[in-house]
């Protein structure tokens, strides 16, 4: 296979990209607008992470950037392709796994489908044998290889997934929630695999996940959307300088601390391990640790205390929770 092209110009491009469902017709039809006026630019190479809360419109963009979904509105382009009315030239250069959905056949071995994939995708013999070496190989497909894909597990499915979605080499991967409900070993063997993909192969991948340790370990940049409309665009630093006000402070009492002499107004109780400890979310510009300490003093006898580094997950539930607005 010949050497890929680097080329300059963005492989996607969504401007003023929009969706908007009906339920029910006539007059008493209800619009829902999943994607509002959307405009999105992604350059070769890059690993985003398409982030945001239940229905907050990734599905349906990424169905629009496949082209199994027409827009309602504006345009996108995927590799200069319109994705809806290419759709069928577009597969050719596309890998889509969706975790929630499977693109193999329910009854037949996995390696009959990836047969199947051979003809549909019109690759030849010589590619198709490399290519399948080197997946079997990553992918550690060969103990389930003869298995229908309705007997795999979750995890074999995905790894099944990722090889079916990777065999015509395409120059961009799209994958709706990859990871979702799998081991932790199965999870790190898919990261290291998309890893690689997009480090060595350069291949362009755009993700979907509510795992927000899947977002750090793996994406270059992130976008979020929220009620269908783009929050944040940029690198997780990026995010993380903008609401680096965020801080967290991990508590533990001598005994079950009085739940409700933590309720302080600004101080928000995220989580305890157990019933002695608990963690605290605030606003580094209005508190400091040794504030805090003194404010929950009232709560009982603190054994120990240590400071969190603002993770991601937390910054996105501010993000989602909140007004949007990333305190600039
Ligand atoms: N085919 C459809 N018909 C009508 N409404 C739809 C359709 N598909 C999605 N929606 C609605 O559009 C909105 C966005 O849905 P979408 O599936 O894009 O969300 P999502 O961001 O992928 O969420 P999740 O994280 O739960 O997967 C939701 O309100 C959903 O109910
Ligand atoms: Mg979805």
Redesign the pocket.
């Known amino acids: 296979m010949s050497e890929r092209t680097q080329t300059r110009s963005p492989i996607i491009v969504a401007d003023n990209l929009e969706k908007t469902?009906f339920?029910g017709r006539g007059r008493k039809a209800v619009q829902?607008p999943?994607v509002k006026p959307l405009s999105l630019t992604v350059e070769p190479g890059e690993f985003i992470g398409f982030l945001?809360?239940?229905?907050?419109?990734?599905?349906?963009?990424i169905k629009m950037l496949i082209g199994i979904l027409e827009p309602s509105g504006g345009t996108v382009h995927v590799d200069g392709l319109i994705p809806a009315k290419h759709r069928v030239h577009l597969a050719l250069r596309l890998g889509v796994v969706f975790g929630q959905r499977t693109q193999l056949w329910w009854d037949l071995p996995l390696l009959e489908s990836y047969r199947l994939l051979k003809v549909m995708y019109r690759v030849n013999e010589a590619d198709y044998r490399r290519q399948m070496e080197t997946l079997v190989e990553l992918l550690d497909l060969s103990s389930f290889w003869h298995t229908p894909v309705r007997q795999l597990s979750l995890g074999q499915r995905m790894r099944g997934e990722l090889a079916a979605a990777l065999l015509h080499r395409p120059k961009i991967l799209v994958l709706d929630?990859p990871t979702i409900g799998l081991d932790v070993t199965a999870k790190s063997d898919v990261r290291r695999f998309l890893l690689r993909e997009n480090r060595e192969r350069r291949t362009t991948i755009v993700l979907?996940t509510?795992d927000m340790s899947d977002v750090e370990e793996l994406c270059t940049r992130i976008v979020v959307i929220n009620q269908?409309i783009k929050m944040f665009d940029g690198t997780v630093n990026h995010l993380e300088e903008r609401t680096g006000a965020l801080s967290a402070l991990h508590v533990t009492f001598q005994t079950t601390p009085l739940w409700d002499a933590i309720n302080l107004p600004g101080i928000e109780h995220l989580s305890s391990d157990d019933d002695r400890s608990v963690l605290l979310h605030y606003n580094r510009r209005q508190f400091t640790p040794p504030q805090i300490l003194e404010q929950i003093r009232e709560a009982g006898r603190i054994e120990d205390f240590r400071m969190e580094e603002p993770r991601l997950e937390l910054i996105m539930r501010t993000l989602y929770e909140g007004d949007g607005r990333l305190g600039e």
């Not at 945001?52 to 963009?61: C, E, H, L, V, Y």
Request: aromatic letters at 6%; charged letters at 15%; zero cysteines.
């Open positions: 469902f339920r829902i999943a945001g809360p239940n229905g907050a419109g990734k599905s349906t963009t929630e979907t509510h269908g």
